[in-house]
């Protein structure tokens, strides 16, 4: 009886002892308490490279959303080129110089019809024959018509400008950040108690 105990003792013992020598063991390991003499090694070396590289964060310049603002602000088209968006530019551009046209054209016709209405209704006539083709409500019709396209193109060219710049802002926003390509789906079921009532959901998670 006394063997038997001895022997089971012995053999829970035995275990303990083998149990803590395996816990221990890649702590006793030569490779890691010597890390010195692995550390020549070459794949060694390139790992601590690039856990250095991965976990130095001060030479990273982050892209500046304030400072796309303000290069749209003070230069229409400048915060596209700050995010490297060089083909929105000739999109600014071209809807900036049509508005620019309208406001140059309108104005002018605009001024010319009111100094041809204000005209006719001082002397009666115009001294610019070619005025004199149209009657009077005709010329305020002109005059009315090109005075709002003229405010019209204002209005166009300070859209330009605004949406210019949110575009910038909203491009800077995102300039950072990446999707990557592992983009999957997992359905897990799970299910809750409500109240005394057990309740079986489906759990979707998008990883991207």
């Not at 003499?37 to 250095?52: L, V």
């Not at 310049?61 to 290069?71: C, D, E, I, R, Y």
């Not at 396209?149 to 995102?174: E, K, M, N, P, W």
């Amino acid at each position: 009886m006394n063997s038997k105990y001895f022997l089971v003792v012995a053999t829970i013992l035995l275990l303990f002892v083998s149990t803590i020598a395996l816990a221990q063991g890649p702590i006793n390991d030569s490779l890691t308490s010597n890390p010195a003499s692995f550390s020549n090694d070459t794949s060694y070396r390139s790992i601590k490279r690039n856990s250095a590289a991965k976990n130095d964060t001060s030479t990273f310049v982050k892209h500046s959303p304030k400072k796309a603002t303000l290069l749209s602000a003070f230069l229409p088209g400048a915060g596209q080129a700050y995010n490297k968006k060089y083909w929105k530019m000739p999109i600014v551009y071209a809807a900036g110089g049509t508005a620019v046209y309208g406001i140059i054209f309108y104005t002018k016709q605009y001024n010319d019809f009111k100094s041809a209405y204000s005209e006719r209704l001082t002397i009666g006539n115009n001294v610019a024959s070619y005025y004199n083709q149209f009657q009077t409500p005709t010329l305020k019709s002109y005059r009315d018509y090109y005075r709002y396209y003229r405010d019209l193109s204002y209005i166009g060219l300070g859209a330009v400008y605004i949406l210019q710049i949110i575009d910038a802002t909203v491009d800077a926003h995102f300039f950072d950040f990446k999707i990557t390509d592992d983009l999957s789906l997992n359905v897990q079921p799970t299910y809750q108690f409500v109240g005394s009532i057990p309740s079986s959901q489906l759990l979707f998670t998008f990883k991207f």
